[in-house]
């Protein structure tokens, strides 16, 4: 089997899951693929079962060589992608003890 490059896993993941608009921030660390998939399809969805979908797309289209080839790969709504981190409120720090 040809080895999976990150086109491949784009247009595996775009097609199987039917992604709108996605956007994918993928890196390669030696032979592994990990990262992240943002696309409005994931709104209504929560984390276990975007996790689920993206697990249970990658066994039915990868043998399993190939599968052992990608690492995490986290889903986001652009929404929560786009989160401006430094209009955040910081969170006081508690000591304990």
Do not use: C
Not at 36 to 52: K, T
């Amino acid at each position: 089997m040809a080895a999976l490059t990150q086109a491949k896993l784009i247009a595996l993941l775009t097609e199987s899951l039917k992604l709108r608009a996605p956007r994918f921030v993928l890196e390669r660390d030696g032979a592994m693929i990990s990262g992240s998939v943002v696309s409005e399809s994931f709104h209504n969805q929560g984390d276990l079962v975007r996790q689920q979908a993206i697990r249970n797309a990658l066994d039915a289209a990868l043998e399993l060589d190939a599968r052992r080839h990608v690492g995490t790969i986290l889903a986001y709504t652009p929404e929560e992608w786009d989160v401006d981190l430094e209009a955040t409120p910081r969170r006081k720090k508690i000591r304990v003890g």
